[in-house]
């Protein structure tokens, strides 16, 4: 086995055998392609060796055989299709690793120069010379116009907790529909579990899983980041510039934590003292530095809204201080909220039992304060402070420890484009959660613009809505699947209790269990329980897997499409014009 690296995601070798996969697997590949046919000769290991091994050791597996000399494009796209399928980095061989980095050259004809790809080649020890026409001419092709389209029935954009459970939920429905979801990364994070994490009950592990694992049968997953899109011709264009073709999209990429919105925050974060619960890699220095704690001051910030989880914020807080009372040092212990916003919490009902522990722990309540600068070496936070009468004036606070809630703010590639309000956020109606301009595209989760909290409770009932309203846009009808602008908020006011905050559009209380069962307005014990041993569950094994267990969508009677929508889904003949 002789590895070269091709690309960051893939390298080549020579022939492997059975033996060499662990030490593959210790080298970090998670993936292997195999190109070389069986019996080539008399001394290579069959395909099927190399998959048992393989899977004993956990890697994954993807048999493209490619006769010597005789490379087509059939091959190319096969390979391109494991690459964009396989988990990274990816190791693929052959007899000398020749075919396997032929395929790749030829994969990114049209997306890199030939001349890059031949140096690419050549340093990896591979003369490809003899390519050049074939690579020249694929990307002639490409450069003169936008070519032949990949075109899906829906194409979903983000790998997160609103795309695959809005694609497991259209597969749910009806299977057989071709779904792509485009999504870059390999891992998939439970977001609500960081705050357990932050606390001492979970370990970060438990709030991760590969994503390919989530990937619902059914559906393809396109390895790539999108970068804009074309809606009037129904194509969406691929960081690499790749453009793919859809009959409804589905537009749930999340937002962005605007780190930079806070100067020096991104500096001193993980280190002087500064966490936050809203990243993987940092909400155990949160359970670390309350840990360490023993006296002197704690800061807690909140940015202006919107932002994921209004109450994530303030959870740290009481995770916090319920850690330090349990461990008698809480007196010792100055504890200050600075929240941007004017209230503790926007639903009023949920309001009394919060500042029962916000007078239990002794916390500061600091309203109409944004954090705007952090000092680490100096461990001194800057916010501007607005008065009664709207004056703002800066003021510096020091502390030993501070939890930060970053500015969060839409992406940039839908904020730059014809989807995104004035806000930046994507331009959906709040019931049916279709596009307020095109009809066969519908936006979810936290980059859209419905005026409800961002959680993945919200998520949980908006993916049967969007599923739902793509297939009754797929046949032609007007989407009648209505959300009700559903959020919860299960606010962990000490280790063992919750209240759990549900409510809907304009704060109206919409729980999903009857009062004399579990009594949101209360913390209890019942909600801790649902939070730490039921919630994990029910997200990874129901809710991503098309469960709609208690999150039926309310149905309208249907009116007739519109006739934009019918348009929409017929648009194959004018898009390939268009082409």
């Given at each position: 086995?002789?590895?070269?690296?091709?690309?960051?995601?893939?390298?080549?070798?020579?022939?492997?055998?059975?033996?060499?996969?662990?030490?593959?697997?210790?080298?970090?590949?998670?993936?292997?392609?195999?190109?070389?046919?069986?019996?080539?000769?008399?001394?290579?290991?069959?395909?099927?060796?190399?998959?048992?091994?393989?899977?004993?050791?956990?890697?994954?597996?993807?048999?493209?055989?490619?006769?010597?000399?005789?490379?087509?494009?059939?091959?190319?796209?096969?390979?391109?299709?494991?690459?964009?399928?396989?988990?990274?980095?990816?190791?693929?061989?052959?007899?000398?690793?020749?075919?396997?980095?032929?395929?790749?050259?030829?994969?990114?004809?049209?997306?890199?120069?030939?001349?890059?790809?031949?140096?690419?080649?050549?340093?990896?020890?591979?003369?490809?010379?003899?390519?050049?026409?074939?690579?020249?001419?694929?990307?002639k092709a490409t450069a003169g116009g936008i070519g032949r389209v990949v075109t899906h029935d829906v194409v979903i954009i983000g790998g997160g907790a609103a795309g695959i459970s809005t694609a497991a939920s259209i597969l749910k429905r009806r299977k057989g529909v071709n779904v792509a979801i485009v999504e870059p990364r390999t891992e998939h994070y439970y977001q609500?579990?960081?705050?357990?994490?932050?606390?001492?009950?979970?370990?970060?592990?438990?709030?991760?899983?590969?994503?390919?694992?989530?990937?619902?049968?059914?559906?393809?997953?396109?390895?790539?980041?999108?970068?804009?899109?074309?809606?009037?011709?129904?194509?969406?264009?691929?960081?690499?510039?790749?453009?793919?073709?859809?009959?409804?999209?589905?537009?749930?990429?999340?937002?962005?934590?605007?780190?930079?919105?806070?100067?020096?925050?991104?500096?001193?974060?993980?280190?002087?003292?500064?966490?936050?619960?809203?990243?993987?890699?940092?909400?155990?220095?949160?359970?670390?530095?309350?840990?360490?704690?023993?006296?002197?001051?704690?800061?807690?910030?909140?940015?202006?809204?919107?932002?994921?989880?209004?109450?994530?914020?303030?959870?740290?807080?009481?995770?916090?201080?319920?850690?330090?009372?349990?461990?008698?040092?809480?007196?010792?212990?100055?504890?200050?909220?600075?929240?941007?916003?004017?209230?503790?919490?926007?639903?009023?009902?949920?309001?009394?039992?919060?500042?029962?522990?916000?007078?239990?722990?002794?916390?500061?309540?600091?309203?109409?304060?944004?954090?705007?600068?952090?000092?680490g070496a100096a461990k001194t936070a800057y916010f501007d402070v607005t008065n009664a009468d709207g004056a703002v004036e800066r003021q510096a606070r020091e502390f030993d420890m501070m939890h930060v809630c970053p500015p969060q703010v839409p992406l940039d590639f839908i904020k730059d484009s014809a989807l995104a309000n004035q806000a930046g956020w994507i331009d959906?109606?709040?019931?049916?959660?279709?596009?307020?301009?095109?009809?066969?595209?519908?936006?979810?989760?936290?980059?859209?613009?419905?005026?409800?909290?961002?959680?993945?409770?919200?998520?949980?009932?908006?993916?049967?809505?969007?599923?739902?309203?793509?297939?009754?846009?797929?046949?032609?009808?007007?989407?009648?699947?209505?959300?009700?602008?559903?959020?919860?908020?299960?606010?962990?006011?000490?280790?063992?209790?919750?209240?759990?905050?549900?409510?809907?559009?304009?704060?109206?209380?919409?729980?999903?269990?009857?009062?004399?069962?579990?009594?949101?307005?209360?913390?209890?014990?019942?909600?801790?329980?649902?939070?730490?041993?039921?919630?994990?569950?029910?997200?990874?094994?129901?809710?991503?897997?098309?469960?709609?267990?208690?999150?039926?969508?309310?149905?309208?009677?249907?009116?007739?499409?519109?006739?934009?929508?019918?348009?929409?889904?017929?648009?194959?003949?004018?898009?390939?014009?268009?082409?």
């Amino acid at each position: 086995m002789d590895i070269k690296t091709i690309a960051p995601d893939l390298s080549v070798s020579s022939q492997i055998r059975p033996q060499d996969v662990g030490v593959a697997v210790s080298q970090g590949f998670r993936s292997i392609i195999i190109n070389r046919p069986d019996d080539e000769s008399s001394d290579q290991p069959s395909h099927k060796e190399i998959v048992e091994a393989a899977q004993r050791h956990g890697l994954e597996v993807r048999y493209v055989p490619v006769v010597p000399g005789q490379v087509t494009d059939a091959d190319v796209g096969a390979f391109a299709k494991a690459m964009r399928e396989l988990p990274a980095p990816a190791l693929a061989y052959c007899r000398t690793g020749t075919r396997s980095t032929t395929l790749w050259a030829l994969s990114q004809a049209g997306h890199l120069s030939t001349a890059a790809i031949l140096k690419t080649a050549n340093a990896a020890g591979y003369d490809l010379a003899g390519l050049t026409m074939r690579l020249d001419a694929k990307d002639k092709a490409t450069a003169g116009g936008i070519g032949r389209v990949v075109t899906h029935d829906v194409v979903i954009i983000g790998g997160g907790a609103a795309g695959i459970s809005t694609a497991a939920s259209i597969l749910k429905r009806r299977k057989g529909v071709n779904v792509a979801i485009v999504e870059p990364r390999t891992e998939h994070y439970y977001q609500p579990g960081w705050t357990l994490v932050g606390g001492g009950v979970f370990k970060r592990e438990q709030t991760e899983r590969q994503m390919a694992s989530l990937i619902p049968k059914g559906a393809q997953w396109l390895r790539s980041a999108c970068a804009a899109f074309d809606p009037e011709r129904n194509q969406i264009i691929l960081e690499d510039g790749e453009r793919i073709g859809y009959r409804v999209l589905v537009v749930a990429p999340g937002l962005k934590l605007n780190w930079d919105g806070i100067e020096g925050l991104k500096e001193t974060l993980g280190k002087n003292g500064v966490t936050s619960n809203y990243l993987f890699d940092m909400a155990s220095y949160t359970w670390e530095l309350v840990q360490s704690m023993k006296g002197g001051r704690a800061l807690f910030t909140q940015p202006p809204m919107p932002i994921k989880c209004a109450g994530a914020p303030q959870k740290a807080m009481y995770l916090a201080c319920d850690a330090w009372k349990r461990r008698g040092v809480l007196q010792d212990i100055e504890v200050e909220f600075h929240n941007a916003g004017g209230v503790i919490f926007g639903v009023k009902e949920y309001v009394p039992a919060l500042m029962k522990y916000v007078d239990k722990y002794g916390i500061d309540l600091c309203f109409n304060e944004t954090l705007i600068g952090v000092d680490g070496a100096a461990k001194t936070a800057y916010f501007d402070v607005t008065n009664a009468d709207g004056a703002v004036e800066r003021q510096a606070r020091e502390f030993d420890m501070m939890h930060v809630c970053p500015p969060q703010v839409p992406l940039d590639f839908i904020k730059d484009s014809a989807l995104a309000n004035q806000a930046g956020w994507i331009d959906v109606s709040g019931e049916t959660l279709q596009h307020v301009r095109y009809g066969n595209i519908f936006g979810l989760g936290d980059g859209g613009s419905t005026p409800n909290a961002k959680t993945a409770a919200a998520v949980r009932k908006q993916a049967p809505v969007a599923a739902h309203n793509v297939l009754c846009v797929l046949d032609g009808k007007a989407p009648n699947a209505v959300y009700t602008g559903y959020g919860s908020c299960p606010l962990t006011v000490e280790r063992g209790k919750i209240v759990l905050a549900e409510f809907a559009y304009g704060g109206t209380l919409d729980p999903t269990f009857p009062m004399w069962a579990l009594k949101g307005t209360k913390p209890t014990r019942a909600a801790w329980f649902l939070k730490e041993k039921m919630l994990p569950s029910i997200y990874f094994n129901q809710m991503l897997r098309g469960d709609e267990m208690l999150v039926k969508p309310k149905l309208l009677p249907h009116r007739p499409a519109s006739h934009e929508a019918q348009e929409a889904c017929d648009f194959k003949e004018a898009s390939s014009k268009a082409a």
